[in-house]
């Protein structure tokens, strides 16, 4: 992770909005800004996690990334394995065809993301079928990364619907790891599991990443989740990030009030823990309506007028610390102790 | 892709093929309605073999003559191989009515594989052996004879062709136009799909006898039979395809939202193979039992427009029209055999919905059996 090579993932203003409609002829009335702004980079190697709550536009900025959706605006530089850059966002589809063997994506529920009429070494194998490699090639390294990740091989004929979660999750990082990729979008790729399989497949997660120099945009909702795997963490709230730190900084010096709200909600195995959680009023605000000023504004017990009117940008607060406040340098706000 | 999978299948692993075919022995009432249609077409297909008669040759001494019973016991009660007696006509005094009894003075034994009528097998070879008769001049009707003095049983052989062909002819141009407006409508959605979905509608929501009623009438009365026998074919298809066309967008719109879809979006599957390998698998196996419940539709819908007369007309034969012979009351009354082709129509019905109704809990791969 030196600071000289060149990010895998550069992301900058990247947007994405939903036209809504209305009546019979179908009247474009306005927008749902699902993804408004944002900008990132990930490092090579590097698991970037992505939190914030439901509709925060998380999953919507990783499937834009991918192109599994087109995004409106922005751009998203993918540095490939051969050192050359393109430009994900202005590619078309069918010139992402070569590229996506370089990025791909692991699904949240692995019931709904394995076509139910495969059989499983099809399912793994399709990647590079579309990649048009021979059938016996497809073959072999179906079988050598189904080992990778802890699959039987004598299964590899079943359909999917012979296998447990677990399993099926982890046909699905199979699938998403056969074309050798140097960067995943995992969109909560644990939160459909059990608890007790959730570590297995969070290991193995880390475990392809040293294996296979991978970096990984991780997309969840569970703190805890976070503190294990993530190097930094991006906040997102109503399709903008309101924060982006190193871990350890995030979890110990929040610099913004919702990031603050997310930490004292979680839970902490010390019966002595007396903090109370801070509890926000109010439903998150829709994205096709979003509050003047800072979205967060009607929530935050710390707002002042300027919050009411003013968007306030994504600013370095520290080296290497970004929050989207205006109080952030008054603000002395509580953090968790991180282990 | 397939073949992959099943050349790595392991001696003593079913195949998916396999497991259907299983659940479907299961229902044994499918599986028997199966062999039933499977031997019906088979016969229907070579109607000239199994017809005792030509269908159109007739009987001057034997109009409406009842079907002939088969015995196997003489007045002596001396075992026989099957045979029938000849026949004889006797006048009623008081109600003038004639009256077919049988001769007992003579015997016809049923032969197997008797020469009779020559005919031309499909149209091609010149064959004259029959599947099963008498020596003339006895006589087997075993299910009568129509006012003509008509063999019934072959005529509804020979009907029966007509009736299954027209419907399997029907479902398939049905089958297309379903497909290619269900597959424009939920693939591409937007404007086309609320075009094709007002479209389907405005179809539906016209009663469906004044609309084949009109259609039919399309069809010039100078055309023959086998022009009318297509015509009434897209008739009934024009009408028929807005059902599938439904199904198939309902699916595909369905199917389109799911993971593995986006799944194989992001893993470079061109929209071709997305459509045959993911969506088009997820509902064929409910395509065909679509297809397996349409088919007595068609069929009802060529008997309901032939009854009527709107269909094909005489000397056509198809089970709509050997109907014709029973629609008033003195035929129901005193020659009830002429309804034979009605429950013949019923019967293979009920074989088609058994068979769509075991075919449908096949193909069900998430259905513990």
Redesign the interface.
């Known amino acids: 992770m030196s600071e000289t090579e060149l990010p895998v993932l550069s992301v900058r203003a990247l947007q994405k909005h939903f036209p809504v409609e209305r009546g019979i002829i179908r009247r474009t009335v306005g927008a749902v800004k699902a993804v408004d702004d944002v900008s990132f980079d990930i490092a090579p190697g590097e698991i970037l996690a992505l939190v914030g709550e439901s509709g925060s536009g998380k999953t919507t900025l990783g499937?834009c990334i991918?192109?599994?959706i087109d995004p409106t605006g922005g751009e998203a530089t993918l540095t490939r394995r051969d050192g050359t850059s393109v430009d994900l966002v202005r590619t078309p589809q069918r010139g992402?065809?070569?590229i996506?063997?370089d990025m791909?994506?692991i699904?949240?529920?692995p019931f709904?993301?394995?076509?139910?009429?495969?059989?499983v070494?099809?399912i793994i194998g399709?990647?590079l079928?579309?990649?048009g490699i021979a059938?016996r090639e497809i073959?072999a390294r179906v079988r050598e990364m189904a080992a990778l990740v802890g699959l039987n091989l004598?299964y590899?004929?079943r359909?999917p619907?012979a296998f447990s979660g677990g399993q099926r999750q982890r046909i699905?990082i199979a699938?998403a790891l056969i074309t050798n990729p140097r960067f995943i979008v995992a969109d909560e790729p644990v939160s459909a599991l059990d608890v007790s399989i959730q570590a297995q497949i969070l290991n193995l997660l880390q475990d392809m990443r040293e294996r296979l120099n991978l970096s990984y945009l991780f997309i969840t909702h569970d703190l805890s989740v976070v503190e294990h795997m993530a190097d930094r963490v991006a906040v997102m709230y109503i399709g903008r990030i309101v924060e982006l730190a190193p871990k350890s900084r995030l979890y110990a010096t929040p610099r913004h009030p919702y990031t603050e709200a997310l930490l004292s909600a979680v839970l902490r195995p010390d019966p002595e823990a007396r903090d109370q959680p801070i509890l926000l009023t109010g439903e998150s605000a829709s994205p096709a309506a979003p509050p003047q000023g800072c979205h967060f504004h009607p929530r935050c017990r710390y707002a002042q007028d300027i919050c009411r009117t003013v968007a306030p940008q994504l600013t370095e607060v520290a080296p290497g610390h970004a929050s989207a406040c205006h109080l952030s340098k008054e603000l002395a706000l509580r953090g968790v102790g991180t282990a | 892709?397939?073949a992959?999978?099943?050349s790595?299948?392991?001696a003593g692993?079913l195949s998916?093929r396999q497991l259907i075919w299983r659940r479907f022995c299961r229902h044994r009432v499918a599986l028997a309605s199966l062999w039933f249609i499977g031997i019906l077409y088979v016969v229907v297909l070579l109607a000239e073999i199994f017809a005792p008669y030509d269908p159109f040759a007739r009987n001057p001494t034997g109009l409406l003559s009842p079907p002939t019973a088969v015995h196997i016991f003489d007045d002596d009660w001396q075992l026989h191989r099957p045979f029938v007696y000849g026949r004889k006509v006797e006048l009623d005094r008081q109600t003038f009515q004639r009256h077919f009894v049988e001769d007992r003075s003579q015997r016809y034994p049923i032969r197997f594989m008797i020469r009779g009528a020559p005919y031309d097998l499909l149209g091609i070879v010149p064959l004259d052996i029959h599947a099963f008769g008498v020596d003339a001049p006895g006589a087997i009707f075993i299910a009568g004879t129509d006012s003509l003095g008509r063999d019934l049983f072959s005529r509804m052989l020979f009907g029966a062709r007509t009736s299954l062909f027209v419907g399997l002819l029907g479902l398939g141009i049905g089958f297309v136009l379903g497909l290619i407006f269900g597959g424009l409508s939920g693939y591409y959605g937007g404007a086309i799909d609320t075009l094709i979905q007002r479209f389907t509608e405005f179809l539906q929501s016209l009663p469906t006898l004044p609309l084949w009623m009109a259609l039919a009438a399309l069809v010039p009365k100078e055309w023959t039979p086998t022009q009318v026998y297509f015509g009434i074919s897209s008739v009934l298809a024009i009408i028929g395809w807005t059902g599938l066309a439904r199904v198939v967008r309902g699916k595909l719109l369905s199917l389109r939202e799911?993971?593995?879809v986006?799944?194989?979006?992001?893993?470079?599957?061109?929209e071709w193979?997305i459509i045959t390998?993911?969506l088009l698998?997820?509902f064929a196996s409910y395509l065909i039992v679509h297809l397996t419940l349409a088919v007595p539709q068609m069929i009802l819908g060529e008997v309901s427009l032939s009854f009527l007369g709107l269909g094909l007309r005489p000397p056509a034969v198809s089970l709509g029209t050997l109907l014709l012979d029973a629609q008033n009351i003195q035929t129901v009354t005193l020659s009830p055999w002429l309804l034979y082709p009605g429950a013949f129509v019923i019967l293979i019905v009920v074989a088609f919905n058994f068979l769509g109704d075991g075919l449908r809990d096949a193909v069900d791969?998430?259905r513990q059996s």
């Open positions: 499937r991918v192109r599994a992402l065809r070569s996506r063997s791909n994506m699904f949240q529920d709904s993301s394995l076509s139910p009429r495969m059989p070494i099809d399709e990647p079928r579309a990649q059938r073959h004598d590899l004929t359909y619907n699905c699938r | 892709m397939t992959l999978a099943t790595m299948a392991p692993m998916q799911e993971d593995y986006m799944a194989a979006k992001v893993n470079g599957v061109s193979a390998r993911h698998p997820g791969p998430y």
